[in-house]
């Protein structure tokens, strides 16, 4: 059984490296995120290393 966490602010750099450490420990890895730009980061991060980091965008204003 895989393992999975859900962080609910990752735009913080406690909540962004906390989830690229748990990714890169094989955790499956929901990242709550409010930042466009630290979203678009977080994903490419994940890209580039093929961790399981699913960015979910926590900015409803629009």
Not at 32 to 60: C, F, P, T, Y
Request: glycine share 4%; charged share 20%; net charge positive.
């Amino acid at each position: 059984m895989r393992k999975v966490a859900l962080l609910s602010d990752t735009s913080t750099s406690v909540g962004y490296e906390t989830a690229l450490a748990l990714a890169r420990k094989g955790y499956v890895t929901y990242a709550g995120i409010k930042s466009q730009a630290q979203a678009r980061k977080l994903s490419h991060i994940a890209d580039i290393e093929k961790l399981s980091l699913q960015v979910l965008n926590l900015d409803q204003s629009h």
